[in-house]
């Protein structure tokens, strides 16, 4: 399978999730493809078997870069994804990332967030057990 990873990180949360995941689905004889969003075209996007996109959560909503990427993006009708949140609050914006791609008729077919933050397992970072995260992740995909 090919898969398209279009990513925005502030902290290396999110970078570090998703190279674990392209990891996985290498492991997986997958062909993986990571962009950030300013890196890649939404209005041309590589082809792919199914397009992975991950944010964090800033200011209540999806992190602006990847509000207006995912806003912006044409000729995706029908195309899989899965989307990746990280967020520091006890809420995720996996539905808000969600709405913006069922209006691009995309087919969602998994979620997860990770939880970032201070405390004595992670530090400034992610939790504890992350990669078990990212594993059921693309068991899922």
């Not at 939404?42 to 209540?60: G, I, K, Q, R």
């Not at 990427?69 to 899965?82: P, V």
């Amino acid at each position: 399978m090919n898969y398209v990873i279009v990513y925005w990180s502030r902290y290396g949360n999110g970078k570090k999730v998703v190279d674990y995941l392209a990891g996985k689905l290498n492991e997986k004889k997958g062909e993986v493809k990571i962009f950030k969003t300013d890196e890649a075209d939404p209005t041309a996007m590589p082809e792919a078997d199914l397009y992975v996109f991950s944010a964090p959560t800033e200011a209540f909503n999806v992190q602006k870069n990847m509000r207006k990427f995912m806003k912006k993006l044409e000729g995706m009708e029908e195309n899989k994804y899965g989307i990746i949140n990280t967020h520091s609050m006890e809420r995720n914006c996996l539905h808000k990332m969600e709405a913006l791609l069922a209006k691009k008729k995309m087919v969602k077919v998994t979620g997860v967030d990770f939880k970032v933050g201070k405390d004595a397992n992670a530090g400034n970072g992610l939790v504890e057990g992350w990669e078990a995260k990212v594993d059921e992740f693309v068991e899922k995909l």
